[in-house]
Structures are given as structure tokens and as C-alpha cells.
């Protein structure tokens, strides 16, 4: 619509805003309305033709523009953290990136992944799934990550610890 119209024109005026579309042929099929703050993007919206929801539209565009971040060199490398039964959610997340050639890796083991933290840096991304929020050796090794220089994303509850420690919070 118009607003987004206008807010994007705004954005992109500005160079901070993105336009992820995925074509078929010369048919626009899904699109991704972005915009940039310092090494941080945000998806706007994201909307995809209903005609070819069979294909998973959203999905592919997903897989694109994760592709072209990490040619462009603005991540180097995804971590999933997981405990428990977020854990098997963490190793799932890696298995479908790694199947697209993009350098991600997964913990599952609070030891493991408070090592692993302390060989990151700018231009990481953590991706710290938590049903809770709480748990003790996840919020120690994310907190580790951060102080590092890793962007911290935590899919986890609104105004749990991990939250509050985490740059994004979904």
C-alpha cells in the first residue's frame, strides 16, 4: 500500500533501504521490504503471489537473501544455541542452512557453546532459541558472544533474561 510505498522511497532515499524480490520467469512471486541500521536488517514485510504457495515462495526469497548477505560479507558465520528441546530446534535451523552451502554451525551443550563464543566476532550472528529465557548456561555463553562483537538474536519470550541481553528478539 501507500504507506509502505512511501516509507520505503524514504528509506531507500536514504540508502538504507532493501528490496529482496524472487522472480519466475519475468513474474514477480514474493518480495522482502527491508531497511538497514548500522549492521542491523530488518524485514518490513513480506508478501508472496498465493498462486505459488505450493513452492514455497517466502522461503526461496528466504535462502536468496541469505545467500546475498553472506557474499556481500556481512555475516560471516550463523551459530544456533539450544538447550533441550530447544536444542533439537537449534540443529534443525542449521541443517537447513547448511544445506544452502551458508557457514553455520550448532550447539546443543553449554560447555561447548561457551567455547564456541569466544571465537566469534563482528560480523557473527547467534541465533539463541529458548523456550524459557532463563537458562543458566545459555545466558552465560550468549552474554560471551556479545561482548565478542556477534549480533545476538534470541527467539525466546518478551522480557526474559535472554531478551534483555540479545539485540532482536522474536
Not at 39 to 51: E, G, N, Q, R, Y
Amino acid at each position: 500500500g501507500r504507506f509502505y510505498t512511501e516509507m520505503m522511497q524514504a528509506f531507500c532515499a536514504q540508502g538504507r533501504g532493501r528490496v529482496w524480490r524472487l522472480r519466475f520467469g519475468d513474474k514477480v512471486v514474493a518480495m522482502d521490504l527491508c531497511i538497514e541500521g548500522g549492521d542491523t536488517l530488518v524485514v518490513l514485510k513480506t508478501a508472496f503471489d498465493p498462486d505459488y504457495r505450493n513452492v514455497s515462495p517466502a522461503f526461496l526469497l528466504k535462502q536468496d537473501a541469505f545467500r546475498q548477505v553472506f557474499d556481500e560479507g556481512s555475516i560471516r558465520r550463523i551459530e544456533f544455541y539450544g538447550v533441550g528441546n530447544s536444542g533439537i530446534v537449534a540443529l534443525d535451523a542449521q541443517h537447513k542452512l547448511f544445506r544452502y552451502g551458508m557457514p553455520v554451525a550448532s550447539y546443543v551443550d553449554g560447555h561447548t557453546m561457551g567455547m564456541a563464543a569466544t571465537l566469534l566476532r563482528r560480523g557473527d550472528v547467534v541465533i539463541a532459541i529458548s523456550a524459557s529465557g532463563r537458562t543458566t548456561d545459555m545466558l552465560g555463553s550468549v552474554e560471551i558472544a556479545r561482548d565478542a562483537g556477534a549480533k545476538v538474536i534470541a527467539i525466546t519470550t518478551s522480557d526474559s533474561p535472554l531478551s534483555k541481553i540479545s539485540a532482536v528478539t522474536l
